[in-house]
């Protein structure tokens, strides 16, 4: 019964080791995706850019009485060199931070593509 037992304990503190050391190599894979999704993110907002190209609506100094609701429109070009996918977004940068603006649309483009981007 001892020499059981003590094969059984034996058993368990290796299934325990083995254990903790899935659970490291756990921590460190989720450790190491989170560091590649942020490098990908980074990448990915690195080759972000776009170029006006004219008005489409309202062009600069066009009087609109107040009150008057209006959508705004541009024609702009996605002159980088990663696509805007629906996570891109047209942004007000205040203080150092990039804010969404609300009732904006921008379309999905590829790069060198051109097409219209609307606030009302």
């Known amino acids: 019964v001892e ?3 003590k094969v059984s304990e ?3 503190a290796k299934a325990k080791k083995e254990a ?3 659970h490291k190599q756990a921590e460190k894979a989720a450790k190491d995706a989170e560091k590649a999704a942020r490098k990908a993110k980074k990448q990915f907002r690195a080759g972000l850019s776009s170029a006006f190209v004219k ?3 309202y062009e ?3 009087e609109v009485e107040v009150g008057t609701k209006i959508t705004k429109t541009w024609l702009l070009k ?3 060199v990663s696509p805007w996918t629906s996570e891109v977004y047209l942004g007000k940068q205040t203080k150092g931070k990039l ?3 609300s009732d904006s649309k921008v379309p ?10 609307s606030v009302t």
């Open 108 to 117: 999905e483009l590829l790069p060198g593509k051109g097409g219209e981007v």
């Open 60 to 62: 600069d100094g066009v």
């Open 3 to 5: 020499r059981l037992l």
């Open 10 to 12: 034996k058993a368990a």
């Open 55 to 57: 008005d489409v609506t």
């Open 20 to 22: 903790m050391k899935a």
């Open 78 to 80: 996605n002159d980088g």
């Open 99 to 101: 804010n969404p603006v």
